[in-house]
Nanobody, 123 residues
Framework: QVQLVESGGGLVQAGGSLRLSCAAS????????LGWFRQAPGKEREFVAA???????QYADSVKGRFAISRDTAKNTVYLQMNNLTPEDTAEYYC?????????????????WGQGTQVTVSS
C-alpha cells in the first residue's frame, strides 16, 4: 500500500508560479511511477505529468514548457513546479502512483491517489 498526501496548492495570479508536493509513505517508493492529474469544475480529470527517474518524464501538451515534474527519492516526495500559470490551470490537482516502470497517462493505471490540493489562478 502507498499513501499519498499533496500540499502546496493555493491562490495565485496569472503569470505566477506554484510548487506542489506529494509525500509518499508505504512500501518501496522507488519502484513506482508517479503522476499528477487535475480536475477542473465541470470537467473530467485529466493527465498532467508523470515521472519514473530523472529525465524520464511525460507531460500533457497543455503544460509542456511551463510545468516540471521531479522526484526526491530520499524524501519520498514528488514535485510539480508550475510556472506561467493561467486561469485555465485552475483545478484540483491529484498525485497518483502505480507499480511498474512505465510512463502512462491513463488514470485507470494508477491505483493509488492522494486527496487533492486546490490550485486557483486569478486573471
Amino acid at each position: 500500500q502507498v499513501q499519498l498526501v499533496e500540499s502546496g496548492g493555493g491562490l495565485v495570479q496569472a503569470g505566477g508560479s506554484l510548487r506542489l508536493s506529494c509525500a509518499a509513505s508505504g512500501r518501496a517508493f522507488s519502484i513506482y511511477t508517479l503522476g499528477w492529474f487535475r480536475q477542473a469544475p465541470g470537467k473530467e480529470r485529466e493527465f498532467v505529468a508523470a515521472i519514473i527517474w530523472g529525465s524520464n518524464t511525460q507531460y500533457a501538451d497543455s503544460v509542456k514548457g511551463r510545468f516540471a515534474i521531479s522526484r526526491d527519492t530520499a524524501k519520498n516526495t514528488v514535485y510539480l513546479q508550475m510556472n506561467n500559470l493561467t486561469p485555465e490551470d485552475t483545478a484540483e490537482y491529484y498525485c497518483a502512483a502505480r507499480v511498474g516502470m512505465t510512463l502512462t497517462t491513463m488514470q485507470k493505471e494508477y491505483p493509488y491517489w492522494g486527496q487533492g490540493t486546490q490550485v486557483t489562478v486569478s486573471s
